[in-house]
């Protein structure tokens, strides 16, 4: 078993992925951890170090207990992908592509070695290792340390997951676009195939993925216990599903967003910001409350330009104030804005081309609801801001946080994204984009009205929830004590 370090202080180990909707939560969650006296140890690729050696320098200087940072290489040559290629955000569909990206979770695996070395040398109490790392447990268990999972998702994405890979009711319909339920939940899901995140829609096969994401699930039951960036009263029914009925140990311990008190914090999240945080912070202050909305799809989206301008022209006949995050092209030369769009909308709208203060805008009182594609990273932080959301998801397990959020939870609308990018894109028209988003930002739908007063009231009891004596507080105290009875 891992130990107290020479000082009787819990010294946690947090393994993330190198991809930012991974990182940004792995990072808080130690900052999380440290601010109950915990020495945490983010262990992190070079160049991915250096996004986060800010914010770390920070904490540490806070007199707050110690994180520290331990580098290891990233071996993206030997996975035959540029040297440079250390976070999954470097490749996209126009320069890489999905060979690449199948090589950086080769890559990934080759992190095994350099982490067991470290291990060895450090011998902290418990590893926080990320789901893609199914073989952390192993490794962790060679030097008797207990391995929690981060998966990055909410429960409920996880609980449709399980559901899934028990009950396999995908197997039994007649096409890709039939709707099937998904069985034994808390409430009637309906999935079609196309909207499976790759782990369930890659089952069986032999490829190198389905391989990988074989082992990920197997690895869920070997686990010590799951931590979830989520709180009890967000989903309910799902954190006791997912004790009561799957069996399974976890701590709620989010938003781990919210850690985040200064303009500093908020703004320096991730990558550094192409805009200024006083620049945008002058912007919304000069826009009336609730009457921006933000239009933005994580770390990875990867439109045409032809869906851009779909976007563009959505967002300008709405009439909206907008904020829009379009990821940089500069590896394009096509036009992706409709002509005069810049000029049309000068005062109003307000694009930021590359990365974005997210959690600072989001929590802004102009804005007034988010365009988003269901990542849980963005979904959550929309919901600790107590927006409604327009939900567009893309792939990964996006359309079951549309889910969550459109018909669990009904806090947001679809914008009608019928299947995940995997299975080619369909085009989003205009007019949907449009007809989504002046409903979401009406002030007279009594539909609306109650999505809004509803997100609003979950995000207090976010607040509460992480805050001395809440739900997420008391969760996080209950695990850190629990590993220090183990050690
Ligand atoms: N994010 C940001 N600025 C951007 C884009 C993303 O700060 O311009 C942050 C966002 O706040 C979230 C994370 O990056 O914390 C994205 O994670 P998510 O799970 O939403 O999506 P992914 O990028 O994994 O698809």
Request: aromatic share 10%.
């Amino acid at each position: 078993m891992g130990s107290l370090n020479g000082h009787n202080q819990l010294h946690v180990y947090f393994f993330p992925f190198m991809a930012h909707g991974h990182l940004i939560p792995a990072v808080d969650m130690a900052k999380l951890f440290a601010s109950r006296g915990v020495k945490t140890t983010i262990v992190i690729t070079p160049l991915n170090a250096a996004f986060f050696s800010k914010t770390i320098q920070k904490h540490s200087s806070s007199g707050r207990a110690e994180i520290q940072a331990r580098i290891i290489d990233f071996p993206a040559a030997r996975a035959g992908l540029p040297e440079q290629c250390e976070n999954l955000d470097f490749i996209t569909s126009r320069n890489l592509g999905m060979e690449a990206t199948i090589n950086f979770f080769r890559a990934s695996t080759m992190l095994q070695e350099p982490f067991e070395k470290l291990l060895e040398q450090d011998r902290p109490a418990c590893v926080v290792a990320d789901m893609f790392y199914p073989w952390a447990t192993e490794s962790a268990a060679k030097f008797g340390i207990p391995r929690l999972v981060f998966h990055g998702t909410s429960c409920f994405a996880q609980c449709v997951g399980e559901a899934l890979a028990s009950h396999a009711p995908q197997q039994r319909v007649e096409s890709d676009a039939e709707p099937f339920v998904v069985p034994g939940l808390p409430d009637e899901v309906r999935l079609t195939k196309r909207q499976l995140s790759p782990s369930a829609a890659l089952v069986g096969g032999t490829s190198f993925l389905s391989q990988l994401f074989k082992r990920v699930r197997e690895s869920y039951s070997e686990v010590y216990g799951t931590v979830f960036n989520s709180f009890y009263e967000l989903e309910p029914a799902y954190v006791d599903h997912f004790r009561k009925i799957l069996g399974r140990k976890a701590w709620y311990v989010g938003p781990v967003s919210l850690c985040n008190g200064d303009v500093e914090d908020k703004a320096s999240r991730g990558k550094g910001a192409v805009i200024d945080k006083d620049e945008c912070l002058k912007w919304l202050d000069s826009k009336e409350a609730n009457a921006v909305v933000y239009v933005c799809f994580g770390s990875q989206a990867d439109f045409t330009a032809q869906q851009l301008r779909e976007i563009a022209v959505g967002i300008e006949s709405s009439g909206q104030p907008f904020i829009w995050v379009v990821r940089g092209r500069n590896d394009v030369e096509e036009d992706w804005l409709p002509e005069g769009f810049q000029e049309r909308t000068a005062g109003r709208g307000l694009i930021i081309q590359g990365w974005a203060p997210q959690v600072l805008i989001l929590e802004h009182a102009a804005i007034g609801g988010f365009v988003t594609h269901c990542g849980w990273n963005s979904t959550l932080e929309g919901i600790a801001a107590g927006l409604p959301m327009v939900t567009w998801p893309m792939g990964a397990e996006q359309f079951y946080n549309e889910k969550l959020v459109t018909e669990v939870v009904k806090i947001g609308l679809e914008v009608g994204v019928e299947q995940s990018s995997t299975y080619g894109v369909k085009m989003i028209r205009s007019e949907a984009v449009e007809r989504a988003v002046r409903r979401i930002m009406s002030k007279e739908d009594e539909v609306m009205a109650e999505m809004r007063r509803k997100v609003k009231g979950l995000g207090e009891a976010a607040r509460k929830a992480v805050e001395a004596g809440g739900s997420s507080y008391a969760d996080l105290g209950a695990l850190i004590e629990e590993l220090e009875l183990m050690s």
